[in-house]
């Protein structure tokens, strides 16, 4: 198995809405990373989880809420999000992070829309 | 703090035309290289990497790109684009640390391809 998987594909909730998005791998990778890309802009990170810890917190608003549960999953929380939350929330893995050449496998992202 | 840059934004070429594609990044250390590409509405999908060795990588769907350190460049190349190249293009860096850790990818601004049929 060499891929990420996201779920759901497509969201829409509302502002006062909870919700969760979750993603998956089975490739071993012991870092996690969650991604939020705005139309026609690159991935941003979000936070990034090593050895199932929370490593990075990009300074992101506490309405986003991660977890990751195992080695294999993480998520995302969500509470009170604003419209100008909406965009692709992409996740990613990789190996170890104490290790050098590697690289991230993305999944297909769950496009979320805030209403 | 390190940077990425595509200084193309936007490039329009017919298809059969040849595409270069610039990145540079200003990490001064050992670095991974990555170009993505994101087809519209669809997510991102690895085009092609460099970590070591020969600095003329060879990625999928017949694109290359070539790593030239003194030049801190890792640009994408394609002898004979399609329309179904057109998509965003994303130049990526993992600079590694000292003792060979990894810090967090880096993505350059992006650079729109679109080619006319």
């Known amino acids: 198995d060499t891929e990420v998987t996201q779920t759901p594909k497509h969201l829409v909730m509302g502002m006062t809405n909870k919700k969760s998005l979750k993603c998956e791998q089975h490739?071993?990778?012991?870092?996690m990373y969650w991604y939020k890309q705005k139309a026609k802009k690159p991935p941003e990170l979000m936070f990034v989880?090593?050895?199932?810890?929370?490593?990075i917190n990009e300074s992101v608003p506490s309405r986003f809420s991660p977890e990751c549960p195992n080695s294999s999953l993480l998520n995302l929380h969500l509470h009170a999000l604003q419209p100008e939350d909406s965009a692709l929330y992409l996740c990613?893995?990789?190996?170890?992070?104490?290790?050098?050449?590697?690289?991230?496998?993305f999944g297909s992202g769950t496009r979320l829309t805030v209403v | 703090a390190q940077s990425v840059s595509q200084h193309n934004h936007h490039v329009i070429l017919s298809e059969a035309a040849s595409l270069e594609l610039g990145c540079n990044y200003s990490?001064?250390?050992?670095?991974?290289l990555f170009w993505y590409v994101q087809y519209p509405g669809q997510h991102l999908q690895l085009l092609l990497k460099?970590?070591?060795?020969?600095?003329l990588v060879k990625g999928i769907k017949g694109f290359e790109a070539e790593f030239i350190k003194s030049k801190f460049s890792f640009n994408l190349r394609k002898p004979s684009v399609q329309w179904s190249d057109t998509a965003e293009y994303f130049c990526?860096?993992?600079?590694?640390?000292?003792?060979?850790?990894?810090?967090?990818?880096?993505f350059g601004s992006g650079t729109q391809l679109t080619v006319l049929p």
């Open positions: 460099y970590f070591s060795g020969d600095p």
């Open positions: 990613a893995s990789s190996q170890d992070r104490t290790k050098g050449n590697y690289g991230y496998t």
């Open positions: 990490y001064g250390g050992t670095v991974n």
């Open positions: 990526a860096v993992i600079p590694l640390g000292s003792s060979g850790s990894a810090r967090q990818l880096t």
């Open positions: 989880y090593s050895y199932e810890k929370l490593s």
């Open positions: 490739m071993g990778h012991r870092a």
